[in-house]
Nanobody, 121 residues
Framework: QVQLVESGGGLVQAGGSLRLSCAASGRTFSNYAMGWFRQAPGKEREFVAVIGWSALATNYADSVKGRFTIYRDNTKNTVYLQMNSLKPEDTALYYC??????????????WGQGTQVTVSS
């Protein structure tokens, strides 16, 4: 079992930045690929970014490429999502997720509870 706790969400103006954190506990963090997903009101949850266990592999949704950066610190069992140049359409509940296989990042094994990000225009 892996427990995930997100933090760092909040209210920011368009063009601003936020950094989300996800602290993991339970099974060996470094064995898992880690990802971020988001769900806006009235929409389905969507993929944002994923990072492999060694941090050598990353992948991003087209909508966030060049603005968001995912990275991890295996010594702290934490994955981060640095979000720059935020837009109102980035407003959503952001979820951290863990998956045993990076190639199956669309189907995480564990989810956090989410942290709200609101971008005002």
């Amino acid at each position: 079992q892996v427990q995930l706790v997100e933090s760092g969400g909040g209210l920011v103006q368009a063009g601003g930045s936020l950094r989300l954190s996800c602290a993991a506990s339970g099974r060996t963090f470094s064995n898992y690929a880690m990802g971020w997903f988001r769900q806006a009101p009235g929409k389905e949850r969507e993929f944002v970014a994923v990072i492999g266990w060694s941090a050598l592999a990353t992948n991003y949704a087209d909508s966030v490429k060049g603005r968001f950066t995912i990275y991890r610190d295996n010594t702290k069992n934490t994955v981060y999502l640095q979000m720059n140049s935020l837009k109102p359409e980035d407003t959503a509940l952001y979820y951290c997720a863990a998956m045993r296989d990076y190639r199956n990042y669309q189907f995480p094994n564990y989810w956090g509870q989410g942290t709200q990000v609101t971008v005002s225009s």
